[in-house]
């Protein structure tokens, strides 16, 4: 049997491909899913994204929620909501990702994700929900195959979508507008690619839809209006994982409007099966009123637990959708099915957001034939929906399901602070300085930062002093002290929570280059022998001894190495070399071999700005490759010591 289906596979890169950033959005997400998504994404464990201090997952979820810090998922940011909630939703519960891949060789990959389900473990464990995903790749957009602009129109909607909320959310801490870091890096280019997909649209209705202008029942209705015809069907099946709260005893109102309304469009036959999937175990109104369901003909029903999960499976139902069709004895015809995030309530599917309503998204799919099964890997009523066959899985008002227990109280709501995060600077004096970020307002004039044992660091202006190694976090005060928050230290490079870079020899520099895009471990240096050759290769000829018998050629063979690297970067990745490059020479500020080679009182980097080093985008004077470059270079000779200094190439 293969292995059970999960919402984590879908972080998974394809073949070649590494996660570069993506934006996640939902209800609620727990810690141990989003490290376990964060781990699949990058392939990398917590520890080693906690060292590269890189952002990979921006989450914007219901304000009400524990935050999740980024110390528990390095790589995972959290984003508070700007202002108080309840102007813009009632609750946050769309459930949408777009996440973009980058190749090891050339392009990338984006990949969009609907689904009924929170982004949690419990999830993964108990939960019977269901998600719609496709891949775009940008190998794809200069051939144009007949699915392409529907792809890339809902690509387009979901940008879309995620932009808008992205707007409510604090996203100062993934967007960085100080200067350029991975992190910042990433978020543009996984918008770009997303502008160009939409770009190839063309006249292609996107299939998700969501309920800012209108309700997610107009939404639908809409759909079923230009693309359902004037079929009708034999079977509708309405499935939520949440009803309204006691209905007095009748048909619970937004299930009756839903029928009524398809109905009114001619899309049921009179003799229909009206079939309402419920959790048994907790299903509100639906438990109130079986008699009326009854009476009206209709059915209640638990959900088929597909044999993938398991033969002893008790996956309790959060999915939601509606799935209508011909059933026929072998397959379903004229079928067409909505799924998403809107649960079948007022506030999930009857309203638009606001005071009133949720913030819900749902996708609009429909197929002209399919069978009840099939082989593993091929579409079927049963892969593509929980239904029941042959009135199996029915309750009654003899056995009647449980109403279930009341929503628990929900956790004071996540709402933005004076800062999302705070820089490290170095002091003069070998201390470190706690400063706001780049652009932001004033600091409140008590707003305090706490040290490592709670006690209030001296400010200066709108910096703290920091005695001690560069922390991963601080806590900070406002509000004469009412109010506080935790946010990460952001370093001189960018990199989040991270602490302190490990120094780095200049005998290792070219190493942590040489697999550019991809990096090398801290960890894993030992595979690298003096040079920064790969342990096993053919080595340079005299390479070792030339590095091992004077500071002066150890660097320049370092150099050079990584300036014949340098030259094979292209365009689009060039902004991130950049940034690398000036992180791994950061490093290797202080370091021994650094200072013996300044002995010689000369600047080895013009090996690395001359154009013979550069690739030829780079060259252009002026332009915004070369100026990038030459901006990084300039900051690592500050951090270097180099200023002033003969060129190397002087003395020749």
């Not at 940008?138 to 690509?155: F, H, I, N, P, Y």
């Not at 820089?423 to 040290?451: E, F, I, M, Y």
């Amino acid at each position: 049997m293969s292995a059970a289906p999960s919402l984590l596979h879908l972080f998974e890169p394809p073949e070649d491909c590494e996660g570069l950033f993506g934006w996640v959005c939902g209800f609620s997400a727990d810690a141990g899913f989003l490290d376990a998504a964060a781990e699949r994404f990058t392939r990398k464990p917590a520890s080693v994204r906690a060292r590269y201090g890189q952002l990979v997952l921006g989450v914007m979820l219901d304000p009400f929620h524990e935050p999740v810090s980024v110390l528990d998922v390095p790589g995972v940011a959290d984003l508070p909501l700007r202002i108080a909630p309840g102007g813009a939703f009632r609750l946050m519960h769309a459930k949408v990702a777009l996440l973009g891949f980058r190749s090891r060789t050339a392009g990338w990959r984006l990949r969009v994700i609907v689904t009924t389900a929170n982004w949690t473990q419990q999830t993964v464990e108990d939960s019977l929900d269901l998600a719609w995903c496709f891949d775009v790749d940008s190998g794809e957009l200069s051939q144009g195959d007949e699915t392409l602009a529907q792809r890339c129109a809902d690509v387009g909607m979901a940008s879309e979508i995620l932009g808008w909320l992205g707007r409510h959310y604090d996203g100062s801490l993934v967007e960085f507008a100080g200067r350029d870091s991975e992190t910042s890096l990433a978020v543009r280019e996984l918008a770009a690619w997303a502008a160009l997909c939409a770009g190839h649209a063309g006249t292609a209705k996107p299939r998700i839809f969501d309920n800012r202008q209108r309700s997610l029942l107009e939404g639908m209705l809409g759909y079923l209006r230009e693309y359902a015809g004037g079929t009708r069907r034999n079977l509708l099946a309405l499935a939520s994982g949440f009803f309204e709260a006691n209905t007095g005893g009748g048909v619970p109102a937004v299930l009756d409007r839903i029928v009524r309304e398809i109905d009114a469009l001619g899309l049921l036959t009179q003799s229909a099966n009206v079939d309402v999937y419920v959790n048994e175990k907790a299903c509100q109104s639906v438990a109130t009123s079986m008699r009326a369901i009854e009476e009206a003909g209709w059915s209640v029903r638990t959900p088929t637990r597909p044999l993938m999960f398991g033969a002893e499976s008790l996956r309790t139902l959060h999915a939601k959708f509606i799935f209508s069709a011909n059933s026929r004895t072998e397959a379903c015809t004229s079928a067409w099915l909505y799924l998403g995030s809107g649960n079948l309530t007022p506030a999930g599917f009857l309203n638009r957001t606001g005071q009133a309503g949720n913030f819900e998204v749902g996708v609009f799919l429909d197929f002209p034939r399919l069978p009840w099964s099939a082989p593993a890997g091929t579409l079927a009523v049963t892969t593509l929906v929980p239904l029941q066959r042959n009135g199996e899985g029915g309750l009654s008002l003899n056995a009647p399901p449980s109403k279930g227990e009341p929503m628990p109280p929900r956790p004071p709501a996540f709402i933005a602070g004076p800062v999302a995060f705070l820089q490290w600077r170095q002091h003069a004096d070998g201390k470190g300085l706690l400063t706001l970020p780049p652009g932001s307002a004033a600091a409140p004039a008590d707003l305090g930062v706490l040290d490592a044992v709670g006690e209030p660091c001296a400010r200066e202006g709108d910096a703290w002093l920091w005695l001690g190694a560069m922390p991963r976090q601080t806590a900070l005060r406002w509000d004469s002290g009412n109010r506080g928050a935790s946010v990460p230290i952001v370093d001189e490079l960018g990199r989040v929570a991270a602490g302190e870079a490990p120094a780095l020899e200049v005998v290792d520099l070219a190493s942590h280059l040489m697999e550019f895009p991809a990096r090398l471990d801290d960890g894993d240096d030992d595979d690298f022998v003096q040079g920064g050759t790969p342990a096993g290769a053919p080595q340079p000829v005299d390479a070792g001894r030339q590095a091992a018998s004077s500071p002066v050629r150890t660097m320049m063979w370092q150099l050079e190495k990584i300036a014949q690297q340098q030259t094979t970067v292209n365009e689009s990745d060039w902004p991130f070399w950049c940034v690398r490059l000036e992180e791994v020479l950061f490093r290797a500020a202080g370091s021994k071999g650094l200072a013996e080679f300044l002995q010689f009182g000369l600047d080895p980097l013009e090996v690395l700005r001359i154009d013979a080093s550069r690739p030829a985008h780079a060259c252009v004077r002026g332009g915004e490759s070369a100026t990038r470059h030459e901006a990084a270079l300039a900051r690592v000779a500050a951090a270097w010591g180099l200023c002033n200094l003969r060129s190397f190439r002087e003395t020749r």
